[in-house]
């Protein structure tokens, strides 16, 4: 049991750490390559989205593939995780964020650690932010009620590479991420002193995505 146990929490730690060496690895790399911010944006969207859907697929049938507190949260809240796991859960994303922000910064001869003075705010950045995670958690909560897990990788993957460009805020959507990303003074990067905004932000957007989604899980148990 203890076995299994681990295995979910190494999953959800090198999920988190590849998904962040990901974001913060490939805007790195699109400055080197283009002065254009557009092309940047496309090429941090593109790898985002394919390691993204890998990662989910690949880790799915072992944690769950969560990567993200709004979501592992989210099944704490309708008791599909116990309370010992999601702690586990979430030291392991936050955990796997920081050493994946390292890595990305070594890979390009950075420091390992130095902070962002990329400042994100304002009332659309925050509103923005809400609509990125509540579409986030609703997506995921629909593909449960309707019974359409296997969808998850390539559906969780194209909201993200959605929002990216549709959202003001670029679509953080995820606390663990955003904590990681204050450490790179990156095209990825985040000010420390704007990450409460965006946690705030996310944590009213799964709010939101769930209590959605709630409305067609009463439906359905209505109409059976």
Do not use: C
């Amino acid at each position: 049991m203890k076995s299994r146990a681990i295995r979910r929490f190494v999953a959800e730690l090198l999920g988190t750490l590849l998904l962040v060496a990901t974001v913060v690895g490939s805007g790195t790399m699109a400055v080197n390559i283009s002065r254009d911010v557009g092309v940047q944006l496309l090429i941090n969207t593109v790898a985002t989205v394919f390691v993204l859907a890998l990662l989910i697929y690949l880790f799915a049938d072992i944690s769950g593939s969560h990567f993200n507190p709004v979501v592992t949260l989210s099944e704490l809240l309708h008791k599909r995780i116990s309370l010992t796991d999601a702690v586990g859960y979430l030291a392991a994303q936050f955990l796997g964020g920081f050493l994946g922000v390292m890595l990305a910064n070594l890979m390009f001869k950075n420091p390992a650690i130095y902070s962002s003075h990329h400042i994100r705010s304002g009332g659309n950045i925050f509103l923005g932010e809400v609509v990125a995670t509540a579409g986030l958690l609703f997506l995921i909560q629909m593909l449960g009620i309707q019974k359409k897990g296997k969808a998850a990788p390539v559906a969780v993957a194209a909201w993200i590479g959605g929002a990216y460009f549709f959202t003001s805020s670029t679509s953080f959507a995820n606390p663990a991420v955003t904590f990681a990303r204050a450490w790179s003074d990156t095209f990825s990067g985040i000010a420390p002193q704007s990450v409460p905004l965006f946690v705030v932000a996310q944590l009213i957007g799964a709010i939101v995505g769930v209590g959605l989604s709630l409305i067609f899980t009463t439906s359905t148990v209505t109409e059976k």
